[in-house]
């Protein structure tokens, strides 16, 4: 990856809504900057506002002495984010399903299943007070999807002409 093109951003605040909405606004802006379409902004805009509220309510449980980071970097193909709060964090696997039928109609807990569907990827470190997330360039992660595809394709191949 070639340094100069490739944006690079830190930000650590205080743990309230207006200040990660400010930081929302800035990397959002430096991701149009840098290429990407409406289709990826609304997705970017969406789990990354997911994720920061959810590191200021559940993470710092609102308390605006606590800070959160917000580390980004956007290149040519890819943003990639991490948000970490200074919580205690959370086990992924052990939220509740909100497809179940029980919580069809709960006003909350959908915020992580919306962060996966519209981003390429989402993990959490071990203590779970980190997302990191990466969206690809609108038509790159398909391409790379189908390259994938191609290169099994063609090891299957050969491995079934190694059989005869």
């Not at 802006?29 to 290429?35: P, W």
Request: charged share 30%; hydrophobic share 35%; proline share 2%.
């Amino acid at each position: 990856m070639d340094p100069k093109n490739c944006l690079h951003t830190v930000e650590v605040v205080s743990s309230s809504p207006e200040q990660v909405g400010r930081i929302c606004k800035q990397l959002l802006s430096d991701a149009a900057a840098n290429g990407f379409d409406a289709d990826d902004i609304f997705a970017i805009h969406l789990a990354l506002e997911e994720a920061t509220l959810n590191a200021v309510r559940h993470g710092n449980k609102g308390d605006a002495g606590k800070k959160i980071s917000v580390d980004w970097t956007i290149t040519g193909e890819k943003l990639d984010v991490s948000i970490t709060d200074e919580g205690c964090g959370f086990d992924p696997d052990c939220l509740a399903d909100c497809r179940v039928d029980e919580n069809l109609y709960k006003c909350c807990g959908r915020g992580v299943l919306l962060m996966q569907s519209y981003m390429d990827t989402v993990e959490y470190n071990q203590r779970g007070n980190c997302v990191h997330m990466v969206k690809f360039k609108c038509g790159l992660r398909a391409d790379a999807d189908k390259a994938g595809v191609h290169r099994a394709e063609q090891n299957s191949e050969e491995l079934n002409a190694s059989d005869d």
